[in-house]
């Protein structure tokens, strides 16, 4: 059985109880931190215990002690990330800092309520954040109350409530595969059969995500240059448009997502993808033009959102190693070389065959996933070529060389 999570944003009405809750749960994080340090602890176990009669004196009865638990726990995570940046040198800091204010309850600190949410402080009492319910949350609340869906650890922020619906989803049996190359400029996805033939090629021009930080990144080089002798309101305005960009990127993401698994599910495939967990290491290494663009890059996210959106709807995904995917040819195995005939194809001058540097990727990624020599008949090009529209569907663009001058 897979357990699949979908977080879903709720807004609630202001309520000022709220702000001294989280100052003190920053404080809480802070003192575990410390004492972490202190004592050069790593576990969540040791420094609840080392942390207990501590925590006890200074907010107990204010606070029911599962509070101590909760800062343990995220102070543990915090530390293990300071730590392993601070290896790789990329912090001078002696200790981290929590700057945002933030609570993150395990099911015993609160109770959900459809509408409300009924914040357990200490014994008989609490407060109460009157959420904000649209259609789509309605969605998830109905199916909560009929026992369809159970509740994780809430997250609380300033402005919203990220509630984790769960779910017990049993793995469908597959009849295809479906392998994802994510690129900086597009996705190209194809379908197999168990037999290995390919059904379908599709590339989904994905440009306007580069598009919109390139336009966000000139923004900010005009404050920065404009407001330099006021940093306060600098710094303000730029988390604004910081905001803003992120939200139309995870919409976008979300949209192109949503068309991937969309086709996932009509032909019943697993998801293959490429492993890139140290990719930003190699990025780092480059020089600062193609680092700063390349760092930009939505990769992780994007795989993210296709990677819970397929297990909610009981489909299995896999990350595969991505190393040579681009650069070998899927029918022989034999090194490729740069074609004369265009800027994306590369040929193979054993088979003699040019193929679409991404729809490689795609084809190699099927050979590791499913340890297979070759590829039966492999197309050269993709089938078609998408662009997403606003309302999150795929247009055809043509003619389908025209992508080719993209990269």
Not at 100 to 119: A, G, P, Q, T, V
Not at 184 to 193: G, H
Request: hydrophobic letters at 35%; aromatic letters at 10%.
């Amino acid at each position: 059985m897979l357990e699949a999570i979908k977080s879903v944003k709720f807004k609630y009405r202001c309520n000022p109880d709220i702000g001294g809750l989280f100052n003190d749960f920053r404080e809480m994080i802070m003192l575990c931190i410390d004492r972490a340090l202190e004592l050069n602890i790593t576990s969540y176990a040791r420094l609840r215990k080392a942390i207990y009669d501590e925590w006890k004196r200074m907010w107990y009865p204010k606070y029911h002690t599962h509070y101590c638990h909760s800062a343990c726990r995220i102070a543990t995570v915090i530390l293990k990330n300071f730590r392993k940046r601070k290896r790789k040198g990329l912090v001078k800091k002696e200790k981290p800092e929590v700057r945002k204010d933030f609570l993150k309850l395990e099911e015993m600190l609160f109770k959900f309520e459809r509408d409300k949410i009924r914040i357990v402080t200490s014994p008989r009492r609490y407060i109460v954040l009157e959420l904000v319910v649209g259609d789509y949350q309605k969605e998830f609340i109905d199916a909560w109350r009929e026992g369809k869906l159970d509740i994780g650890e809430i997250i609380i922020k300033r402005d919203y409530v990220i509630v984790p619906f769960k779910r017990k989803i049993k793995p469908k049996d597959i009849d295809t595969i479906m392998t994802i190359d994510i690129n900086e400029k597009n996705v190209t996805y194809s379908i197999f059969d168990l037999s290995g033939n390919v059904l379908k090629t599709v590339r989904l021009d994905i440009y306007k995500a580069k598009r919109i930080h390139d336009n966000y990144s000139k923004k900010r080089e005009k404050i920065q240059k404009k407001l330099a002798k006021k940093p306060l309101k600098m710094r303000k305005i730029l988390q604004k448009y910081s905001g803003r960009e992120k939200r139309r990127i995870e919409d976008y993401l979300h949209k192109v997502s949503a068309i991937v698994v969309s086709q996932a599910k009509k032909y019943n495939s697993k998801i293959v993808m490429e492993n890139l967990k140290n990719i930003r290491e190699s990025i780092n290494k480059k020089n600062k033009k193609i680092r700063r663009r390349l760092n930009r890059w939505n990769f992780r996210k994007l795989q993210f959102f296709i990677e819970y959106k397929a297990i909610w709807s009981g489909l299995a995904v896999e990350y595969v190693n991505p190393r040579r995917t681009s650069s070998l040819c899927p029918i022989c195995g034999h090194k490729l070389k740069k074609s004369p005939n265009g800027q994306r194809l590369l040929k193979c001058k054993k088979c003699g065959l040019e193929f679409d540097r991404d729809v490689i990727a795609t084809y190699n990624l099927y050979k590791k996933s499913q340890n297979v020599g070759s590829i039966r008949s492999p197309r050269t090009l993709p089938d078609e070529v998408l662009l997403i529209r606003e309302d999150g569907t795929g247009e055809p663009l043509h003619p389908l060389l025209k992508t080719h001058k993209k990269s």
